[in-house]
């Protein structure tokens, strides 16, 4: 089975800050991964497919990189609405999430 | 505008059975594969089970394989997740989830708790 070790598992950021979260496969997974976000007692909403596509409707402050075993998901500037639970999740083949990183407020 | 909603689930006792059903609309059910995500109390995101739109393929986390079936009624717009000797480890919120064509998930209901306790 495929794992995906995402990281860190708390940010603590500011509004206005550029913010990285990785993701990394334990094989090699293609482009075949999503980033969703999700903010407490709601589902969770994809906003990156095929590791670097924005879903209609995210603001473009989004951005997916990566391929193969190494992705990340980069906010160039954190607004309020940000502060939320982010997901990585490969779906080559089976299907597996990372364990998630909670962005909070510094 | 696409609607998935959950329904199912309740307190059981460990070793007892629920049958969730997720009530599909809003687009053509038959086309999509269908998955469960579990999600325990203050925890991330699992994946349980997948199935694919016409019902020929299925797939589960290894924790559940033996336990846990999942199917859909096509005629019904209807996606289930039969759970069979339940455990306390699957004390979870289960969200109902539609893949796109292409495998990520685009849509997802709201969730049914599922509570497995004595």
């Known amino acids: 089975d495929i794992q995906m070790t995402q990281s860190p598992s708390t940010l603590s950021a500011s509004v206005g800050d550029r913010v990285t979260i990785t993701c990394r496969a334990s094989?090699?997974?293609?482009?075949?991964l999503a980033w969703y976000q999700q903010k407490p007692g709601k589902a969770p909403k994809v906003l990156i497919y095929?590791?670097?596509s924005l879903e209609s409707g995210v603001p473009p402050r989004f951005s997916g990189s990566g391929s193969g075993t190494e992705f990340s998901l980069t906010i160039s500037s954190l607004q309020p609405d940000d502060f939320a639970t982010y997901y990585c999740?490969?779906?080559?083949?089976?299907?597996?999430f990372g364990q998630g990183t909670k962005v909070e407020i510094k | 505008e696409v609607q998935l909603l959950e329904s199912g689930g309740g307190l059981v006792r460990p070793g007892g059975s629920l049958r969730l059903s997720c009530a599909a609309s809003?687009?053509?059910?038959?086309?999509?594969?269908m998955s469960w995500v579990r999600q325990a109390p203050g925890k991330g995101l699992e994946w349980v089970s997948a199935?694919?739109?016409?019902?020929?393929?299925?797939y589960y986390v290894d924790s559940v394989k033996g336990r846990f079936t999942i199917s859909r009624d096509n005629s019904r717009n209807t996606l289930y997740l039969q759970m069979n000797s339940l455990r306390a480890e699957d004390t979870a919120l289960y969200y109902c989830?539609?893949?796109?064509?292409?495998?990520?998930?685009?849509?997802w209901g709201q969730g049914t708790l599922v509570t497995v306790s004595s």
């Open positions: 989830a539609k893949r796109s064509g292409r495998g990520w998930i685009d849509n």
């Open positions: 809003g687009f053509t059910f038959s086309s999509y594969a």
């Open positions: 199935l694919s739109g016409r019902g020929g393929s299925t």
């Open positions: 094989q090699s997974i293609s482009i075949w």
């Open positions: 095929e590791a670097s």
């Open positions: 999740q490969q779906y080559n083949g089976y299907s597996t």
